[in-house]
């Protein structure tokens, strides 16, 4: 798996638009990005992967840079319920995930 | 189907004593795996199964862990003699195969060892 590099804490007001970022300059080729938040006391949660492309859904915006080797993950309006941390992963087909760290992101009135 | 759940939600047990805990994957996927997280940390990886295969283990996983997937479907962890540093959220996830869209996590099991 690529290591990924994430700053250890971020604050965002309410409303505004969280940017996330994430190092990862040794992920090869064929990795995805898997970005995954997880709120107090629960498991992780899906956000959103890429792999070359910038990428969007119902959750947030990913955006890769073109030499792969670091991204953002986007939530365009944030709320009070966004507050948790936030995981990116670098995916290498067949192996089994590596959790840093992460970011703890709060989400302030 | 309801997500990939994990029994019991909360166990708490004395030194010394054997624990199980139960995971039901997303019904289609092949791959289950087996997290532990303690707190403030990340999830860290104890081992995963492709159909009934346990095809990788942790260094994390002694000899006191033991996991089982019989026929490919739910999943056994068993922790034996338990120690007060066993106490952690046990996490499993399922994936159909490597690759996107990723690992469908249960909600966990937290142990606590007294």
Same mark, same amino acid.
């Given at each position: 798996?690529?290591?990924?590099?994430?700053?250890?804490?971020?604050?965002?007001? /309410?409303?505004?638009?969280?940017?996330?970022?994430?190092?990862?300059?040794?992920?090869?080729?064929? /990795?995805?990005?898997?970005?995954?938040?997880?709120?107090?006391?629960?498991?992780?949660?899906? $956000?959103?992967?890429?792999?070359?492309?910038?990428?969007?859904? /119902?959750?947030?915006? #990913?955006? $890769?840079? /073109?030499?792969?080797?670091?991204?953002?993950?986007? #939530?365009?309006?944030?709320?009070?319920?966004?507050?948790?941390?936030?995981?990116?992963?670098?995916?290498?087909?067949?192996?089994?995930?590596?959790?840093?760290?992460?970011?703890?992101?709060?989400?302030?009135? | 189907?309801?997500?990939?759940?994990?029994?019991?939600?909360?166990?708490?047990?004395?030194?010394?004593?054997?624990?199980?805990?139960?995971?039901?994957?997303?019904?289609?996927?092949?791959?289950?795996?087996?997290?532990?997280?303690?707190?403030?940390?990340?999830?860290?990886?104890?081992?995963?199964?492709?159909?009934?295969?346990?095809?990788?283990?942790?260094?994390?996983?002694?000899?006191?862990?033991?996991?089982?997937?019989?026929?490919?479907?739910?999943?056994?962890?068993?922790?034996?003699?338990?120690?007060?540093?066993?106490?952690?959220?046990?996490?499993?996830?399922?994936?159909?195969?490597?690759?996107?869209?990723?690992?469908?996590?249960?909600?966990?099991?937290?142990?606590?060892?007294?």
């Amino acid at each position: 798996d690529a290591k990924t590099t994430q700053p250890p804490s971020m604050d965002c007001a /309410e409303g505004r638009a969280a940017n996330l970022p994430c190092n990862h300059s040794t992920i090869s080729g064929n /990795e995805y990005v898997y970005w995954y938040r997880q709120i107090h006391s629960q498991g992780p949660q899906y $956000i959103i992967h890429g792999l070359k492309n910038n990428e969007t859904n /119902e959750m947030a915006s #990913l955006i $890769i840079t /073109e030499d792969r080797k670091s991204s953002t993950l986007i #939530l365009p309006h944030a709320t009070l319920r966004d507050t948790a941390v936030y995981y990116c992963i670098g995916d290498n087909y067949g192996q089994n995930f590596v959790f840093g760290p992460g970011t703890r992101l709060s989400v302030l009135p | 189907d309801t997500g990939v759940s994990q029994n019991p939600r909360h166990k708490i047990t004395k030194r010394g004593q054997n624990v199980t805990f139960r995971c039901d994957p997303i019904s289609e996927h092949n791959r289950l795996y087996w997290y532990r997280q303690t707190l403030g940390q990340g999830p860290e990886f104890l081992t995963y199964f492709q159909n009934e295969a346990q095809l990788e283990k942790s260094r994390l996983l002694s000899d006191r862990f033991s996991a089982e997937r019989p026929k490919g479907s739910f999943s056994t962890l068993e922790i034996q003699r338990t120690e007060q540093g066993d106490s952690a959220m046990y996490l499993c996830a399922s994936s159909l195969n490597s690759g996107p869209p990723g690992y469908t996590f249960g909600s966990g099991t937290r142990l606590t060892v007294v």
